[in-house]
């Protein structure tokens, strides 16, 4: 008996958010040190690159662009700082799975979500690789 597809591509995404948080955590350390400043943010989220391509190899999947992906940079929140970065996942045909959105709190673990494929992402983004301006696909 086979699932229902849409049940399938959530399974999927939560399937994924799982193992790229297990990989985040790994590559940082556990928690984002609680004194991180904008920059140490940024070297943070550039060293979730390293290693992912056993995470993509064991999902099927492929990141545009590269995983973690794109961001507008540090923000302030309730007086303290967030960084967000978005990239979108592919499965081996091309079809998009979600966008994935990584988060880096200072004194927290860093938390990544998988959503639809489409969803909104905010214009402004620059590839923390310094690669000029990383524009993530729209769902095909």
């Not at 994924?16 to 990989?23: E, F, I, M």
């Not at 961001?71 to 499965?91: D, P, Q």
């Amino acid at each position: 008996m086979r699932m229902d597809p849409v049940l399938e591509r959530e399974a999927r995404r939560l399937h994924l958010s799982t193992a790229l948080t297990a990989h985040a955590v790994r590559s940082i350390g556990g928690r984002i040190p609680a004194d991180a400043a904008p920059d140490d943010l940024l070297e943070l989220a550039r060293g979730l690159g390293n290693g992912i391509e056993r995470v993509a190899s064991r999902q099927h999947l492929s990141f545009e662009p590269p995983y973690p992906g794109a961001t507008a940079g540090t923000e302030g929140v309730r007086g303290g700082l967030r960084l967000v970065l978005a990239c979108e996942a592919r499965g081996q045909g091309g079809e998009a799975l979600g966008v994935v959105f990584s988060t880096l709190i200072p004194g927290r673990l860093p938390s990544v979500s998988v959503a639809p494929a489409g969803a909104p992402v905010p214009k402004g983004r620059r590839s923390v690789f310094g690669d000029g301006d990383a524009r993530i696909p729209r769902g095909h």
